[in-house]
């Protein structure tokens, strides 16, 4: 199973960005996806998360009401719209496969992980 992150980069504070995770190798279609994040000297922490069939979403606290976190009805491919971004959302971003249909802030509920790719937001 290959997870595939894309649509990181460089932006400025107050700016958009969408992340996009295509699952290869294997259907993700009956598993619960979600987004992490590490900055440096900090761990994994969770961002986002959404059900099999995306009728449940979860986000952390500090990305509420600006993240928005979807996947395409194959069940496939995830997305995470970013808007307002501040440069405390600086990191590398990795999406994951979760073990179960619903899924949770635990990393350890997560199964497949992506390589991620970084996103850097400047004052």
């Known amino acids: 199973v290959q997870l595939q992150a894309s649509g990181g980069g460089v932006v400025q504070a107050g700016d958009s960005l969408t992340l996009s995770c295509s699952v290869s190798g294997r259907t993700a279609s009956n598993n619960a996806m979600g987004w992490f994040r590490q900055s440096p000297g900090k761990e994994r922490g969770f961002v986002a998360g959404i059900s099999w069939r995306g009728s449940r979403t979860d986000y952390a606290d500090s990305v509420k009401g600006r993240f928005t976190i979807s996947r395409d009805n194959a069940g496939n491919t995830v997305s995470l719209q970013m808007n307002d971004l501040k440069p405390e959302d600086t990191a590398v971003y990795y999406c994951?496969?979760?073990?179960?249909?619903?899924?949770?802030?635990?990393?350890?509920?997560?199964?497949?992980w992506g390589r991620g790719t970084q996103v850097t937001v400047s004052s």
């Open positions: 994951a496969v979760g073990l179960r249909p619903y899924g949770d802030s635990d990393p350890r509920s997560y199964r497949y």
